[in-house]
């Protein structure tokens, strides 16, 4: 007996060791060919990387480092950040069918995107199954393919519940013109345009949109030149108190699938009402600055889009022709605040007739014909990282020239900012000049053929066209979503 038992444990330790050799020697393999997947896409001076895993991480300084990890790891930090809290680990143990079905959903959508994202590994055939005519322009995405299959996915299956707590003008609105626009129009698309996202069944989200405009607090709750911002903060604190009592839906998660949609200066104030909303839910912000708690891990950074009278500026609609002469260097015209313009305004105003910088037009003058005329646009950050210049920039085929520190950009898990836009150090702004110049012609040519084939990606559609702002939004936030497994 004692005998038989040692020999079943012999031939048990055997097996067992047997197991892990080919195991190991299995994953040996394996790490080798992931290895090798790497090798090759770092002698490519593109990136690319499944975009299933935000690998955005910014460190210290303003430098935002892409890491890449082999497609066949998938192992995101996002995925386990709400294994440690016990409210999970009470509802991962009565996953509803509906939930069940809804992860199971997003795994196959995950598992679609990694495997478009390997077959389009530089060594592989080029894009698999990608529709030229919707995505054209490779250089200007990360992984053309993976975002594409994971557009895809979105429009297949992806959900939005928007809480219907609240009233207007604070909540279920928000400015439709002037520089906060974005904050209206989205809530406006998404709770009257494309039914598509939409669900009326908080069971069937994926996510969950408290549809409120920090704009409107500030142009209702806020009393001018007080700067308490009390008032805001209550407002939010208040609303995420009312949504997580009445539904189970924040606790189950603590937030985590649940968004915010700010494009004014204070939405990151506002939303540290409450600690779940501003360390843990999807902030969905223009005000992308990584050293006032922007993390792109979760959040998302809004492009600024300024409509003046609710319309686009007609002049930007239709760009001239490629070939048309543009006579300045470079171009800038604005108020002088924030951190970074006064160095710009201080070395560059009226100072030189190929860069032309400005602090207020005059008015005789046209702010988009300079634009128009202007191979490079300026767009240093003000009193906030962002600044519409930037769209204006893309609309106007003008090479944006990001001037700012711990700014996320738009989009950036998806598109590749270098392939249309320069980033200039602040502290080169002394030089700018110089290395405005020493762009190479072919490289200007590259950056504005990169500027064509994003711009559909910054067009705010009414009602919203695919692809467009309103669905790189969504998309920025399904990226989100699917880097999250709750339970
Ligand atoms: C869970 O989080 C707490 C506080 O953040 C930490 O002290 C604890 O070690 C964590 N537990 C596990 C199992 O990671
Ligand atoms: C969610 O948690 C809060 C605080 O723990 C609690 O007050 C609230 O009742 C909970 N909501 C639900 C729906 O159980
Ligand atoms: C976010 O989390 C950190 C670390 O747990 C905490 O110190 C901070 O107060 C939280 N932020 C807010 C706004 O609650
Ligand atoms: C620009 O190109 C168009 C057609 O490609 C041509 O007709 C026009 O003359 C060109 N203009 C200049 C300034 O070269
Ligand atoms: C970003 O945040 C830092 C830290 O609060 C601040 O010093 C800086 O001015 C901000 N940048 C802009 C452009 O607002």
Redesign the pocket.
Known sequence: MDIKLHGYSFTHSFLILLLLFLILSLSALFNFSSFSIFSVSNFQSSISVPIVQLQTQVSASDQIHYVQSAPSSYTSPMINRFRNTTGIKKISKVHSREEELLEQGLARARASIRKAAALSAPNVSPIGGVNRRDVVGEVVYRNRAAFYQSYLEMERRFKVYVYSEGSPPIVHDGPCKDIYTIEGRFIHEMEHGSRRYRTRDPQRAHVYFMPFSVAWMVKYLYKPLTYDLTPLRQFVADYVRVISIKYPFWNRTCGADHFMLACHDWGPHA??A??LL??TSIRVLCNANTSE?FNPRKDVSLPEIHLYSGNFPPQLLSPPPANTSRPYLAFFAGGLHGPIRPLLLNQWKDRDSDLRVFEYLPKHLNYYSFMLQSKFCLCPSGHEVASPRIVEAIYAECVPVILSKYYVLPFSDVLRWEAFSIRVKVSEIPRLKEVLRSVPEEKYKKLKEGLKAVRKHFVLNQPAKRFDVFHMILHSIWLRRINLRPG
């Open positions: 939303s540290r409450n600690p501003y360390n708690g």
